[in-house]
């Protein structure tokens, strides 16, 4: 266990250190910006939906290393993916963070997003994970209102 902790910390410190599609899209049809006041982590991400495909995700803004990494390892997964799929991970992932300590995590859909099952044993944290994700969820359902975790 000690191991994976370590692995699930160096993809973090990773990802927070080189984010992925970190910037804006010019192309961009979607843009949102998600709030989380409890930690100040404050970012937009941006979405080129074509059809019903997520064609391009990106994100910017600054935060902690776990909402980072958790933008960074979001916009990875979802680039390509269906914007159903999208939703359905978001769902799958919200449900890892908030499960019980010791629940059981589906690694198998969720790939290298299951390093953030660690937050479930800092409740404070999970908002911090979960930014990302609540940004992009009310992108693609085009809510226009601000996106807090409060
Ligand atoms: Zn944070």
Known sequence: MTELRELYQQIILDHNKNPRNFGK???????????????????????????????????????????????????AALKGK?????????????????????APVDDQSL???????????FPMRVKCATLAWHTMKAAVDEDQAPVSTE
């Open 25 to 75: 899209i010019d192309a961009a049809n979607r843009v949102r910006e998600g709030y989380n006041p409890l930690c100040g982590d404050h970012l937009h991400v941006y979405l080129h939906v074509a059809g019903d495909t997520i064609a391009d995700i990106s994100f910017e803004g600054s935060g902690c290393a776990i909402s980072k990494a958790s933008a960074s390892l979001m916009t």
């Open 111 to 121: 790939g290298k997003m299951a390093v953030f099952a660690g937050v479930r044993e």
């Open 82 to 102: 269906p914007v159903p799929e999208a939703v359905a991970m978001f769902e799958k992932f919200q449900e890892m963070v908030t499960a019980e300590v010791d």
